[in-house]
């Protein structure tokens, strides 16, 4: 029963991580881009401009990209604490009546209005159409066709690193370190009964 309860506790403050992810990383990329446009906006040459405005598409691609992926993991979630089997009865109620309240109970006006969407999707969204406006049209002559190349290319080459990169791969003595501490405690446990 212990190690349900320890299970139970380990989901719902995953639950909770997860919650404090999105908020700190739309902390973190607003500041970022607040700074970056200052940069863009206060430098004198083509090529910072270009440069800048590529970092700040790039940025807010992973910022996108990653709160698509966010937001399915938090639905994930929310449905893994409303189930029975996995909760238990009472918290999967408790969860399952609050979800159903938020649902049905507020005015129909404001319902649409869901954070973890607008902060995933729409803001990391809005902010690089915006970056893509200001470094296209970085010199007064109109928008420049060969920055949306060095965008586009940009893009094309982070999503195939960030898919195909895994980087370094733990060993599997750093793995066993740790399964053999814990089977090392358990043992000391069932010495001393």
Known sequence: MAEEEFGRRLLFDFFIHEAENIHNRVDWFLIFHGILFE????THYAVHR???GTLGCLVSYVWLVAGVRQLWDVR???????????MGAAAADLFKGMYKARAECQPRWIRWARATPAFCILLPFAVLVAWLAVTT?????GARFSALEIIGLAIALLTVAWAFLRGPTPSAEAIALLRDKNTSQEDGKDRGK
């Open 50 to 52: 270009i440069t800048l």
């Open 76 to 86: 994930q979630l929310v449905e893994s604490v409303k189930d029975r089997n996995i």
């Open 137 to 141: 049209t970085y010199a007064d002559s």
């Open 39 to 42: 940069a863009f906006l206060s």
